[in-house]
């Protein structure tokens, strides 16, 4: 079976028959939540609604349509368990999906400290698959804040990216490749669509943005275009923050 092997996104891309890819991704959460071990002290829903964020982010940005969610509770069902699922089901419905759920909870151990891993998997047709797009002359912008933490505790936060706004990007045919920006941080995920486009980023030096800071739940995106993005705004992006970072060579 062909994969695409794309080493370094947390998705996995693999073809099942000569129209169609299956898609894969993946996202886990640890010490995020209520327990007593936990680090960032969040309301359970809010850890499964941002995590089940993630992996959609990264199924949509393809192109691919989410089919199927996964979702591993490393925690008791009551209440941990009941609570995580709340927050997954909500962003289901923000997103305007109706997924099947595969749940798995923590029934043997004791726990004390919040564990949570999510996997989407979806189909695309080939000549849709929106990887590797990008194109020499293009513009990479960043949509969105980064924010890891506690700065990341709210899911209706005007400064993130949430799935309605890619939604809408999807739809414009200027903008190419887009990628959910997590942990490693808005030069790595940029420096990663230069290679993936065999092109080469020349970063734009005013460009206010923290490169380096992680972007915790995903809560930005960077695209490309070749043409400016505020051209391209539309009304449930204004009060998005729009950075230009660099062009591709």
Known sequence: METLGYQGRDIEV?????EQY?????D?????G??????????????????ARVALLEILAVGATPKVMTVAISNEPYPTGEELLKGVKEELISAGLALPLAISTEKNMVTQETAL?????GIVMKHQLR????????????LGLPKVGPEASNPEDPEIIQIKHLNKLLGISEIHDMIPVGSRGIRTEAEQLALNSHSRLLFYPSCSL????????STCLIISSPRPVTNLVFSDLK?????KIGTLV
């Open 22 to 26: 299956l898609v894969a991704s993946c």
């Open 34 to 51: 209520l327990k007593s071990f936990d680090i960032v002290q969040v309301a359970w829903s809010i850890t499964g609604r941002l995590t």
């Open 117 to 121: 891993g999510i996997s989407v998997v």
């Open 210 to 217: 923290n490169m380096d800071k992680s972007a915790g739940p």
């Open 28 to 32: 886990s959460c640890g010490a995020i």
């Open 239 to 243: 009060q998005l923050p729009i950075h």
């Open 14 to 18: 693999v073809s099942i028959n000569p």
């Open 131 to 142: 990887l590797g797009t990008s194109q020499p002359g293009d513009d990479v912008f960043c």
